[in-house]
């Protein structure tokens, strides 16, 4: 088997800090009242454990202090509750968490594993919580803003008279303010261009005081305030989120002013108070942290002062490189599962319909008028920063494929019937399903594994291992995981240059450059998690800094986005360059801006999750399933989920009740004693026959009882991070990048074409701004009649009397069928017909050929048929076209022209390709692109022989020629054969191939949507037909 990735030669560690065995001896030993609280008397002594406390919640540690020194605990089952979590937490569960668990970074070796851990080697790493950072910078902004230099946030999205913001950092009685936006006044404007780079503010009001001397001072100022509190003025004071140390960034900031701040003085205490408890051993910095707390509440206070983590310092940290070898087959596996979801990206697939049917697919559109609700098409529908003001009218589902569906069924049931409590899958059974191999491309260009690894000593005496897929599964990319660790790594801007030139190598193309991602999110706090260092090209940073000079930031306003290859691209206008969008963080991408939720997106889009389990979607209502295992990997554990019903229980059951219940659940269940309680990510490990564990499990099923999830404990072998004595739960963190292959091509890219604004007078037209559209409504059971005779007729005569130069039609749904139609002429000549058009129209609604219409402007598609040169030659096209519709429904209708609809679509789209230019070769291979050769290939077996004489073009037709149907159908194709020739010469000219191609796969596919009505299975099939016919003419062709 293959091996889809390679590794970067670092993978990171995490483990509690306390070993696995502070958990399974307190909790194996149910004992009385007394007796459980001096065990709780001991825990709560130990001095680990109360400084891990006092880092995660001051509250609890209080009332830990007072239970210490034997007061009286007015909530202590509560209490105990509490302490019980705590110390399942920092003894069993990796994921990093203050002082209860923490990190490190290993190498592969050809070697043995081996992790070593000594507890006395842990080291604090504390830092100013960026809310407490934050609320500094935001009163020095308000307090000394004539001494700062400001620029504009590049967040900013200036639609028609108003300046929006994406979203906003601040509150009103601490709920979050929703959209922010001032007018974009001429002073705004000015500020908006004065302030792109970098400017003092007294350099910047003396600008507006002399360019608008009508203002004094006092309006200035308090314009310039108000832009400084709101946002739009980013302060040099605001540190980027990707440097290594933000508050030194914030004191060296203080330090160049020309102004002695007395605060910055409490600052660099604050700062040297920080270093001294980050160098105190485990267990004793309680007095040192809590004097710091005090010394940065007197500077602000707020809730969160200080963010701590912590550094292993592991005595050996390396793992046999085997490990990638196997993980490599887990993931050749997991791929080939993922391709059984169908539609994965349901929102995002009907989303990008929504951006070809409004902008076609040659333009590129600006990322936030895109995303505007009002000019644009808003968000997918799932995006709620803000929502899509639309309505959900169609079902937006995945599903799993029915083979894939019924092999999870078939082994459900077996493991079921043998009393089994596994799932194993097998390479020669998911072989036999037949699924669709994955492509490389659709293959994730970098991601990150979570493994919990555990060893068995065999018969051998050497070590097997054993893999657990973590809880947290992993993540997209390569280095999400680590960013928010990077100022704890020693050589971490080595590991994110190989990163970024590892996945730009993927790309083999200078159209791309990487660009990353930071931005103050909403809830000031959560940016703690989005710390972190790059190497990426560029930086988008939004509310705050970015770590790059100027030529090196991006902006929002500067985004495209375009669709290439049926994928969403997003690009620099000012680069005109390609982004590989990168963010080295772990913060949920659902809770960003719109925009940035789709640049993240759509960076992804394409591309297989590998942890997009089937089976989830198998057995998501079944109250238990069996572990998944491969090989010696468990991907997913034994999992229980209890409810009302299986549990026999309500809310007014007592915990002794509830503990028989739970024992009966136990044994009909088949539970083992140890297990998590489990809710996403967060874990928590249970003994099902300690008394203390199942009041844990009573109060949560007490608070939310909708289901309660229980997973298996990790049983098979030992953990493998160890210590003289003791042994620690080991989660590993692997990043990898895709192996580079022979696939991989430089990929050569369409140019597009014009960069019109959305709202220029070139591309919008206004009713009688040379042209007038109409939507027809009420068309669906008489189309063809109504542009057979009635709209053949009437503009016809429009034509001829020169009252119109050209008009054409297609036919639409929005959900509602209608006949779009547009009428070109002058201003004064469309005025001047106006009457005479309603009066036809009411004509049309007497004899019930529609229901209503409506008049609309006309958004020209410029890009999709060639650009601002083309355009126009391209509508004389619709309209010689529309001319051969109305004739062939005419003759159809009158029975001159016997063809089938088939024949007559095959016919007219070789016509097509013959008069835009294409060579034979050229339209074989075009139509070959499109279809799969199985297509309808019995369809076209059956009337091969009448399909390839109709469908030849030598001669002059000749074959189609020696038929009445033929002739008629010929003469009406060569209505338009000039008009579409010069087209073709003409796009031929200006544009790349690739282009030519798209060009004249959208005419064409009009031309069906004009003649047949709105059917893509049907348009398939005459293309599928077509590129037979095509393929069984190449004796007759060479």
Same mark, same amino acid.
């Given at each position: 088997?293959?091996?889809? #990735? ?141 001494? =700062? ?127 001294? #408890? ?233 159209? #791309? ?201 990790? #049983? ?289 596919? =009009? ?32």
């Amino acid at each position: 088997m293959k091996d889809l #990735y390679k590794t970067i030669n670092t993978f990171m560690i995490r483990t509690p800090t306390f070993p696995s065995n502070k958990y399974f001896d307190f909790f194996d030993n149910d004992t009385d009242i007394n007796n459980l609280k001096d065990r709780l008397f001991k825990i709560c002594s130990n001095q680990n454990f109360r400084e891990a406390i006092l880092v995660s919640s001051k509250t609890l540690y209080n009332t830990l202090i007072d239970f210490c020194n034997g007061k009286e605990i007015k909530k202590f089952d509560y209490f105990i509750q509490s302490i019980y979590k705590y110390l399942i937490r920092m003894s069993i569960r990796p994921t990093p968490f203050g002082l209860f668990s923490g990190v490190d970074f290993g190498e592969y070796t050809d070697e043995e594993t081996l992790i070593l851990c000594e507890e006395k080697s842990f080291e604090k790493f504390a830092r100013p919580d960026l809310e407490w950072i934050v609320s500094i910078v935001k009163n020095l902004e308000n307090e000394y803003f004539d001494f =700062l230099t400001f620029k504009i946030n590049d967040g900013i999205y200036i639609k028609g008279n108003r300046a929006l913001l994406i979203h906003s950092t601040l509150k009103e009685d601490n709920n979050r303010i929703g959209e922010i936006s001032v007018r974009a006044t001429k002073p705004f404007m000015r500020t908006y261009e004065l302030a792109k780079d970098c400017i003092e503010y007294n350099k910047l009001k003396q600008v507006l005081l002399d360019e608008y001397s009508n203002a004094d001072e006092e309006t200035i100022e308090k314009f310039l305030k108000q832009l400084i509190e709101k946002e739009y003025l980013i302060s040099n004071l605001r540190p980027p989120l990707t440097v290594l140390d933000q508050f030194d960034y914030i004191i060296n900031e203080l330090k160049k002013l020309k102004i002695q701040i007395p605060i910055i003085s409490d600052l660099i205490d604050i700062k040297n108070e920080i270093d001294v #408890y980050n160098k105190s051993l485990f267990g004793k910095g309680e007095e040192l942290y809590l004097d710091i707390c005090k010394k940065m509440k007197d500077v602000s206070n707020v809730k969160n002062l200080l963010q701590v983590d912590t550094k292993l310092n592991l005595k050996e940290k390396k793992i046999n490189k085997k490990i990638i070898s196997e993980i490599n087959n887990l993931m050749n596996i997991l791929f080939k599962l993922s391709m059984a979801i169908e539609n994965p990206e349901p929102f995002l697939s009907r989303y990008k319909q929504e951006f070809v049917e409004k902008y076609g697919q040659d333009r590129e559109v600006a990322l936030l008028e895109l995303l505007d609700n009002d000019i644009g098409i808003g968000g997918p529908l799932n995006y709620k920063r803000p929502s899509n003001n639309r309505s959900l009218d169609i079902a937006i589902t995945k599903s799993v494929n029915d083979n894939v569906r019924d092999y999870f069924i078939e082994k459900y049931l077996y493991a079921i019937k043998n009393k089994e409590n596994s799932i194993v899958i097998k390479d020669n059974e998911i072989k036999e399903l037949e699924i669709e191999e994955i492509s490389y491309e659709n293959i994730p260009d970098s991601l990150e594994v979570n493994i919990i690894m555990k060893g068995q000593v065999n018969e051998y005496n050497s070590t097997d291992f054993r893999y657990y897929i973590g809880p947290n599964l992993g993540s997209t990319s390569a280095g999400k995981s680590f960013g928010r660790f990077s100022h704890m790594m020693d050589n971490s801007s080595d590991f994110f240059k190989s990163l970024n030139d590892e996945i730009k190598k993927l790309k083999n193309s200078d159209e #791309y450059v990487t660009c990353e991602i930071s931005y103050l999110p909403n809830e000031v706090r959560n940016a703690n998690v989005t710390r972190n260092i790059h190497e990426s090209d560029y930086e988008i940073s939004l509310f705050t800094n970015g770590c790059k000079d100027n030529i090196s930031r991006l902006k929002l306003d500067d985004i495209f986005i375009g669709i290439e290859n049926n994928q969403f691209y997003a690009k620099s206008k000012t680069l005109n360059k390609k982004l590989l969008i990168t963010m080295n963080n772990m913060l949920n991408p659902q809770a960003a801006p719109n925009a940035i939720r789709f640049l993240y997106d759509i960076s992804l889009e394409g591309k297989r999750l590998w942890y997009d389990f089937p089976w989830n979607d198998v057995y998501k209502n079944f109250s238990y399933i069996p572990a998944i295992k491969y090989n010696n990997f468990t991907i997913t554990p034994e999992t229980w989920k209890l409810n009302r019903i299986n549990m026999k229980i309500t809310k007014k059951t007592e915990f002794n009740k509830f503990k028989e219940m739970f024992k009966n659940y136990c044994s009909q269940y088949n539970l083992p004693k140890y297990v998590y309680l489990t809710f996403a990510d967060n874990r928590i490990l249970l003994n099902s026959e300690s008394e203390e564990c199942i009041k844990i499990l009573f109060n949560e099923c007490k608070n939310t009882f909708e289901e309660i999830v229980l997973t298996s404990y990790e #049983y098979d072998g030992s953990n493998i991070v160890k210590n003289i004595d003791y042994n620690y739960t080991c989660e590993l963190v692997i990043p990898l990048i895709k192996a580079n292959t022979d696939e991989i091509i430089q990929t050569k890219f369409s140019k597009k074409l014009n960069n019109i604004s959305s709202l220029s007078n070139k591309r919008i037209k206004a009713p009688f701004d040379e042209w007038i559209y109409l939507k027809l409504y009420g068309t669906s059971s008489n189309a063809d009649d109504l542009i057979a005779y009635y709209i053949s007729e009437y503009c016809n005569s429009l034509v001829t009397n020169n009252k119109i130069e050209k008009y054409f039609f297609m036919r639409y749904v929005d959900p509602e069928q209608h006949i779009r139609l547009r009428l070109n002429g002058k201003e004064n000549k469309l005025l001047e017909i106006y009457p005479d058009l309603r009066r036809w129209l009411d004509m049309l609604k007497e004899e019930g050929l529609m229901t209503h219409f409506a008049l609309d402007s006309y958004d020209r598609e410029i890009e999709r048929y060639g650009g601002i040169d083309l355009i126009d030659i391209a509508e004389k096209v619709f309209y010689f076209d529309s001319l051969v519709t109305e004739n062939i429904l005419t003759q159809k209708r009158e029975g001159n022209i016997t063809f089938s609809n088939e024949l007559i679509g095959m016919i007219s789209e070789i016509h097509y390709m013959e008069s835009f230019g294409l060579k034979y070769e050229e339209q074989v291979e075009y139509l070959r692109s499109q279809v799969s050769q199985s297509d309808y290939r019995d369809d076209f077996k059956k009337n091969r022989s009448e399909y390839m004489k109709l469908c030849n073009s030598n001669e002059n037709w000749k074959g189609l020629r020696e038929t009445n149907s033929g002739v008629i159908l010929l003469g009406i194709l060569n209505i338009r054969h000039e008009i579409v020739r010069y087209y073709g010469n003409k796009v031929r000219e200006n544009l790349l191939s690739s282009t030519e191609l798209s060009i004249l796969d959208s005419i064409i596919h =009009l031309h069906f949507n004009r003649l047949f009505g709105i059917d893509r299975e049907f348009e398939k099939k005459v293309r599928a037909l077509s590129s037979h016919c095509l393929y069984a003419l190449k004796y007759f062709k060479n």
